[in-house]
T-cell receptor
Framework: DAGVIQSPRHEVTEMGQEVTLRCKPI?????LFWYRQTMMRGLELLIY????????DSGMPEDRFSAKMPNASFSTLKIQPSEPRDSAVYFC????????????FGEGSRLTVL | DAKTTQPPSMDCAEGRAANLPCNHS???????VYWYRQIHSQGPQYIIH???NNETNEMASLIITEDRKSSTLILPHATLRDTAVYYC???????????FGGGTRLMVKP
């Protein structure tokens, strides 16, 4: 299995631009999570989906952030408009229905907003 | 979810056992203890979890005290590749997320 696949691995953009991060979970996993990691705040959960349905988005910073999961094999995290404080590493993780606490993380997308 | 306390950093000599403690005195009866690690520039990686019995797998051993207020992750023969941040996370099986704290930065030295 290829594991959780995220793209792009690195993104540099200018303030105000739209950013779209993509995630392909492990096949057969029914839950998907988006985390953000910064030096100041550590790893923060942004949103998670069960069976493609958003369950808890209380961690999403503000309306500039949105996440979708149109099918079981694809999810996006969009930031529009981006700001320098959004610079972080964004991780996607997926989980098998039978393994509640065992998350499989991707390699992350490093976002830099200038 | 229960709060955890972990030392911010630890050193270990290569080849020796690394014992990483975690205090979770407010853990509730249905919460498991999960351990993850994050090697620099990579996503977190699941290591092991347990409820009240000690557990062992190919990566590590987990010792949970009888009162479940603390646990220790043991890497029996630490290698340089075990240098990482280790997170202890109480989580009940009805929960749907993991909340990562500050973790312990383990430095394995030659």
């Amino acid at each position: 299995d290829a594991g959780v696949i995220q793209s792009p691995r690195h993104e540099v953009t200018e303030m105000g631009q739209e950013v779209t991060l993509r995630c392909k979970p492990i096949s057969g996993h029914n839950s998907l999570f988006w985390y953000r990691q910064t030096m100041m705040r550590g790893l923060e959960l942004l949103i998670y989906f069960n069976n493609n349905v958003p369950i808890d988005d209380s961690g999403m910073p503000e309306d500039r952030f949105s996440a979708k999961m149109p099918n079981a094999s694809f999810s996006t995290l969009k930031i529009q408009p981006s700001e320098p404080r959004d610079s972080a590493v964004y991780f996607c993780a997926s989980r098998d229905r039978g393994l509640t606490g065992e998350l499989f993380f991707g390699e992350g997308s490093r976002l830099t907003v200038l | 979810d229960a709060k955890t306390t972990q030392p911010p950093s630890m050193d270990c000599a290569e080849g020796r056992a690394a014992n990483l403690p975690c205090n979770h005195s407010t853990i509730s009866g249905n919460e498991y203890v999960y351990w993850y690690r994050q090697i620099h520039s990579q996503g977190p990686q699941y290591i092991i979890h347990g409820l009240k019995n000690n557990e062992t797998n190919e990566m590590a051993s987990l010792i949970i005290t009888e009162d479940r207020k603390s646990s220790t992750l043991i890497l029996p023969h630490a290698t340089l590749r075990d240098t990482a941040v280790y997170y202890c996370i109480p989580q009940n099986n009805a929960g749907n997320m993991l909340t990562f704290g500050g973790g312990t930065r383990l430095m394995v030295k030659p």
